[in-house]
């Protein structure tokens, strides 16, 4: 069965070289995790999919506005939450040394995950 699967999907099995880790050249590689840094990568995770909500919220609310869909006390409040939670993304990013542009994953011939932030 499993070799039904990897001939309908291609799969092609990790190669390893001489001292055993997978080969960078290799189309299929196997994940590398080193657990010093596994916190890290965690947060650098969560914090991604958190900024990449932000962002949709963000252009949400800037559509609703441009409609006007929206009182003066709502854009207020909604400007204020985005405001708190942006300054708190970046608090985060400092305390685990990231940056905003670490959280953009490549996702390969797709693109970047997040649209590209001002200059």
Known sequence: MAQAA???FGLLPAAAD????ASTSSPARR???DPDTVERDLIKLVLTIVELLRQLMERTAVHRVDQGDLTEAQE???GMTLMILEDRM???CDRYGLTMRDLNLDL???GSLLPPGPA
Request: glycine content about 10%; overall charge negative; aromatic content about 0%.
């Open 31 to 33: 994940l590398e995790t």
């Open 108 to 110: 390969g011939p797709l």
């Open 18 to 21: 001489d001292a055993g880790s």
């Open 76 to 78: 207020e409040r909604v």
């Open 6 to 8: 990897a001939n309908a």
């Open 90 to 92: 970046s608090e985060l």
